[in-house]
């Protein structure tokens, strides 16, 4: 596609034939469907620990992430378990 070519001149200045072009263009897309329900299959959502929820003195953020109208800001005092799992969370919600 890139190259402006039609299939057919593409195939015949590679000295491809192109039914062979055709069943690796089939094989492609298929590979490509497959890995496309993978992902759909893996929960968008990650389980974040209970204890987050409860009262807590609100320190100043070290860290501020934003894309779209989410906004995260993390602590110092986060531990590196809690944001892996933000972080999880975020390449699943993108």
Same mark, same amino acid.
């Given at each position: %596609?890139?190259? $402006? %070519?039609?299939?057919?001149e593409w195939c015949h200045d590679r000295d491809i034939k192109?039914?062979?072009?055709?069943?690796? #263009?089939? &094989?492609?897309?298929? /590979?490509?469907v497959k890995e496309k329900e993978h992902r759909q299959q893996?929960? *968008? =959502?990650?389980? #974040?620990?209970? /204890? &987050?929820?409860?009262?807590?003195? =609100?320190? *100043?953020?070290?860290?501020?992430?934003? @894309? $779209?109208?989410?906004? &995260?800001?993390?602590?110092?005092?986060?531990? !590196? $378990? =809690? &944001?892996? @799992?933000? %972080?999880?969370? #975020? !390449?699943?919600?993108?």
């Amino acid at each position: %596609m890139e190259s $402006g %070519m039609t299939v057919r001149e593409w195939c015949h200045d590679r000295d491809i034939k192109e039914s062979r072009y055709y069943y690796w #263009l089939r &094989i492609l897309r298929q /590979d490509a469907v497959k890995e496309k329900e993978h992902r759909q299959q893996v929960s *968008p =959502f990650v389980e #974040l620990p209970a /204890d &987050i929820c409860r009262e807590q003195v =609100f320190e *100043p953020a070290a860290a501020v992430i934003r @894309k $779209g109208n989410i906004t &995260i800001e993390v602590t110092e005092s986060a531990s !590196a $378990g =809690f &944001i892996a @799992k933000v %972080m999880e969370a #975020l !390449a699943n919600a993108w």
